[in-house]
């Protein structure tokens, strides 16, 4: 679907004018990317009376502020949020929070949190990307001992170097020397064996040793900070807590995962629509099927709520499931068939599908009878 190019930090700000006509207030709390932390945005919403929470961008000075702090001042962490593990062998995820020592620059108020399993993701990919490094860094050593190596100037070999090093994300950490041998050799001039008045040319031969190291003290410091990162928001602390700031900011990936289905699970795809009327049409398909689909996950989980279910085998080998989701309730259905015998055109029998126990919980944990499914139109057969 063609779309106009626009920066996303432009866009926040008739995004939540919009929003106030909507809504007829500006009361309501506005979560978004980092694209809003910007002073013209931020200073808008805050003029006009709402509210905001975004999370402050690694370019921003208030961020190299704290971790500069950090190196030297522990923070008095307050738990916030315990999450169970990704994975049941792994750890829960402790979130902490704590008020940064200063204001923003346009005098808002930030909120630094602590992701225990953030801590561990960020580690880990260090850690990946060094070895990474390390190991290109090593191949481009042996090639340059190499008799038939092509990089024969240091300006080339330092381009192979930060090119890696710009790939792996890894320039911060690594350090490295290229250090140059010179060797001579004379060759006669002229054909012919060499005699006493044999005149010689001497020529030099560039060879590179390339060596690498780590630069522990910037690691160290990033290790410093492992997991953290900022929030910034407008409301006082007295109505809203830091973690409460924090839980309001999670919740914007359930929001997000719509953007996921509408590009996955409906496949919404670039296609070629000559007219404006025509883009506004296919969207609206495109969100009543998202509306539908959130509807239907809002159903299944508020029956389960009133079940006192907390899970059901919706996922394949009949595992359980906490959150169905509406793909996965479609699918168990995708095989659900009302066959009709005819004889030419005459209609002698309908046999109705044979719910599973699977498929008969759903319906009616989504309120669904599944006489719709089971009762059959009079026939002459039935």
């Known amino acids: 679907m063609p779309t106009a190019t626009s920066s996303d930090d432009l866009t926040h700000v008739p995004t939540w004018t919009e929003l106030v ?27 006009h009376g709402g509210r905001f929470i975004t999370v402050l961008p690694r370019t921003r000075t208030e961020d190299r502020h704290f971790r500069d702090w950090l190196q030297t001042h522990p923070p008095d962490w307050t738990e916030a949020l315990r999450v169970p593990g990704p994975r049941l062998d792994e750890p829960e995820n402790v979130y902490c929070t704590c008020p940064a020592p200063l204001p923003s620059a346009e005098g808002f108020r930030i909120v630094w949190v602590h992701s225990t399993g953030k801590a561990r993701t ?18 481009l050593a042996a090639k340059l001992a190499g008799p038939r190596c092509r990089l024969r100037s240091r300006g080339a070999i330092e381009a192979a170097v930060l090119e890696i090093l710009a790939d792996t994300g890894t320039a911060r950490w690594v350090t490295y020397s290229i250090k140059a041998t010179i060797t001579v050799e004379h060759k006669p001039i002229g054909p012919g064996r060499p005699g006493p008045d044999t005149h010689y040319r001497q020529i030099e031969h560039h060879r590179y040793q390339l060596t690498q190291d780590l630069d522990l003290a910037a690691i160290a410091y990033d290790a410093a900070s492992d997991g953290c990162f900022p929030l910034i928001t407008n409301t006082p602390r007295p109505d809203l807590s830091d973690a409460d700031v924090l839980a309001n900011y999670r919740y914007q990936p359930n929001l997000e995962r719509r953007h996921h289905i509408l590009k996955s699970v409906q ?34 989980r508020a029956g389960m709520r009133a079940a ?29 068939a009302r066959h009709h015998l005819y004889d030419d055109d005459r ?36």
Do not use: W
């Not at 000559?274 to 159903?299: G, N, Y």
């Not at 989701?325 to 659900?336: C, G, P, V, W």
């Not at 599944?370 to 026939?379: K, M, N, Q, R, V």
């Open 267 to 300: 496949d919404a795809a670039p296609i070629l629509l000559k007219t404006p009327s025509r883009i506004e049409a296919l969207f609206c398909c495109q969100f009543l099927a998202l509306l539908i689909s959130a509807l239907i996950e809002r159903e299944i």
């Open 21 to 47: 006509t909507l809504l007829g207030t500006p009361g309501f709390l506005y979560v978004a990317d980092s694209k809003l932390c910007t002073g013209t945005a931020m200073r808008h919403i805050n003029s």
């Open 308 to 336: 006192h279910t907390s899970k059901i085998a919706l996922y394949p080998e009949l595992r359980d499931c906490a959150a169905p989701s509406t793909e996965r309730i479609l699918e168990i259905f995708a095989d659900t």
């Open 122 to 139: 960020d580690a880990a990919s260090r850690n990946r990307r060094l070895e990474k490094a390390a190991a290109a860094l090593e191949a």
């Open 347 to 382: 209609l002698i029998r309908t046999f109705a599908p044979e719910l599973s126990p699977l498929q008969q919980q759903v319906l009616h944990l989504a309120g669904v009878p599944t006489s719709t499914y089971t009762d059959l139109p009079d026939t002459p057969g039935n």
